[in-house]
């Protein structure tokens, strides 16, 4: 085994100039030699992290009914890369630390802390494969050359039981919570909260279309995530109160499972990823330096966000009114922490009082070529403080689980189990949080004596909300089997128009206020910009390629000559 230059960078930032210094050869070393080594099996491990999330790529968000974008129809099939997933590079490398780690010098304590670690990694990459295209191929050890590559998939129970043996080993042998320099290594915290989310959809309708809410799996779902949500409390976790910093103050009480990002970059291993760039390209040309044409909110969810009350907009039960010219007064305040409508402020590094606008009269040369006919910008985990030059210098961690969704995971499993109750104040919690008003029966504005339909309902609004350009609103659709929301959408948007034109100049010097336009909404411009998302997308296909490959890789069914059926049912 041969170490590359990248492998020596993580080691330096693990170990520190003077360890490094006094190990052998780095060109020279073996396989035998690094689990001899803490400091080289760790940097080994930490490449291995290499692999986990960052910041959401466009397409987990254009995909569903908060930005622009579309699936066109046929996006997705046997030949297209998009949505496939197969992480065996990787798994390969984790199976190596596996086989290898206990050969080794290493004492017992750290080398299990390092396969706990490990395990988790490969539950990780497990995880994300079954949610694309349920069972697969279960691989527990490197292959040779000799062995027998053409490999048949497991069942899909096989492979969440195979995901959960591995967290529950992570579980057993890790610490309880990494905090301060350590933070962003896999821990106890992390690997509860985590199997939570994967018996979530281990019971969801994505797996069990047959028998959606009332399977066997959702009283386990309701355990592990009672128990995480009750371990994470005992460690300090909990709602952070400030939900717009919940990015900028990193290391706060909210955050469960962060991937850390240092001066723009991922700090972990080789995967030097340009933090930066996101921010660009959300931000408005005029304080950017590409001009957006991602993450711009649609018309539909803007509409989602309730009253400051709670209520749905235009409720009867509401105490505040609406109107499509006033749209943005007196909403839940996480509207503002996420939502730049037109004429709000928006300080771009360059001033507090600096607005934004969105009509293309008004708006900046600049911003009338990227403004498109959504008529919003998103600004969730934005540093808005930062000038044009300092954007790469932003290093906003990624993230991945905070309390709020362990705390919701519960909810939904309290919800299909017949603890309404709890789900109901875990609703709450968020609600308040959130800064909504309690109202006279301290409800938020959740509706009294929910059906259970419409409890699971105000959940899944919930997520919406809380967790907009998360990229998790697409994958709760289809674990919810709820894509028939988004089959057929025409995406709208929201088109200011000035009142008085004479008065275009004012907004060169952020003078006007979202008052002095009218609003109308609108299709997005293009006739044929409508969301086509099949059945069959509850399960992608396996890559023609590999079925090719290997003739042992059944296809899924709903594909071209697909028998293999990735539900549990």
Known sequence: MRYTFLTIIAILFFTGCSEVLNVQDLNSLNSAYVWDDDNLAGSYLIDLYASLPGWPKMDQKVHSDEM???????????????????PYEEIRKINILLTEIDNGAIDEE????????????????YFKMVVYHGGVPIIKKPQNLDDDLYVSRNS???????????LDYAIENLPDRYVGSELGRIDKS?????????????????????????????????????EAKEFLESQGFGLYSDYKNIWADEGNKEVVFPVVFTEGY???GSNLYLRGRREDLIRPYS?????TRIEMPIWQLVEAFPMKDGFAPGDSNSKYSYDLQTFWKDRDPRFYDIIVYNGSFYNGGISPDRRQYTDRDVATQSDSYSIMCAGFYNKKALNLELGKGELQKNGTDWVEIRFAEVLLNFAETACETGYENEAVDALKQIRQRAGIEPGSNGLYGIKENLSREELREAILL???????????????????????DIDGLHKQGCKPIIKDPQRISEGKTWKLLPEDFTYEVEDYAYEDYIMSVPEKYYFFPILKIETERNSKLEQNLGWSRGSFDPTLN
């Open 266 to 268: 991922f700090s972990s």
């Open 287 to 291: 304080v950017g330096l590409r001009g």
């Open 462 to 484: 919930e997520r919406r909300i809380e967790f907009a350009f998360e990229g998790k609103r697409f994958w709760d659709l289809r674990r919810t089997r709820n894509l028939s």
């Open 68 to 86: 622009l974008g579309v699936f066109t129809q046929g996006l997705i099939n046997e030949e297209n890369d998009d949505y496939f997933y197969w």
């Open 190 to 226: 992390i690997s509860k909260a985590f199997k939570g989310r994967v018996l979530l959809y281990e019971a969801s309708p994505q797996f069990n279309p047959g028998n959606p809410y009332e399977n066997s799996f959702w009283s386990e779902a309701y355990i592990v995530n009672k």
């Open 110 to 125: 750290k080398r299990n802390i390092i396969k706990a670690q490990a395990r988790f990694l490969r539950a990780w990459h």
């Open 156 to 166: 899909t129970k096989a492979t969440f039981d195979f995901i959960i043996s591995d």
